[in-house]
T-cell receptor
């Protein structure tokens, strides 16, 4: 199993550009989520999904869109990038449960917005 | 707002010593998890303790949970240089969302 994969590993954008961060898992996990990590702030939850067709907002959803059309994929879209979105983005997945279980993290995408 | 807060923010010890880091949280939880992050890498799950458990062990790791004080501690015994990393606690908030604290940075020198 590849686990959780994220592409790209690095990305530089100009203010106002759009892009999609890709996340895929091959463990048949129902639960997937996106976090951003900034220095001194730890990880903050952006959006999460408990299954295909179901998404919900986390702590810092503004400026980001998600969709979950398949169990395997959970892309994160930046519609109009801003310098404040410069961060490292992590995708995570876990098997289903009533409450959060062990999360499996991808290697991260380092995004810089100029 | 972030659910868990780790303490201390940074910890420096010598190889062979024990490292203790704490996590406090604000609301009732169903479980609490600890993760490790090596520099520039993704997070790795260490241990999960449920709200009805008070202590759990995994190798050199010992986790305690005190729901009355809304706090947890992670003890790493006989630390090694390879334990140098950031450690995060995470708790569920509003059911299925998992919220992380800001982390403790552990430095183990040989």
């Amino acid at each position: 199993n590849a686990g959780v994969t994220q592409t790209p590993k690095f990305q530089v954008l100009k203010t106002g550009q759009s892009m999609t961060l890709q996340c895929a898992q091959d463990m048949n996990h129902e639960y997937m989520s996106w976090y951003r990590q900034d220095p001194g702030m730890g990880l903050r939850l952006i959006h999460y999904s408990v299954g295909a067709g179901i998404t919900d907002q986390g702590e810092v959803p503004n400026g980001y869109n998600v969709s979950r059309s398949t169990t395997e994929d959970f892309p994160l879209r930046l519609l109009s990038a801003a310098p404040s979105q410069t961060s490292v983005y992590f995708c995570a997945s876990s098997y289903p449960g009533t409450f959060p279980n062990e999360q499996f993290f991808g290697p991260g995408t380092r995004l810089t917005v100029l | 707002s972030q659910q868990g807060e780790e303490d201390p923010q940074a910890l420096s010890i010598q190889e062979g010593e024990n490292a203790t880091m704490n996590c406090s949280y604000k609301t009732s939880i169903n479980n609490l998890q600890w993760y490790r992050q090596n520099s520039g890498r993704g997070l790795v799950h260490l241990i999960l303790i449920r709200s009805n458990e008070r202590e759990k062990h995994s190798g050199r790791l010992r986790v305690t949970l005190d729901t009355s004080k809304k706090s947890s501690s992670l003890l790493i015994t006989a630390s090694r240089a390879a334990d140098t990393a950031s450690y995060f606690c995470a708790t569920n908030q509003a059911g299925t969302a998992l919220i992380f604290g800001k982390g403790t940075t552990l430095s183990v020198s040989s």
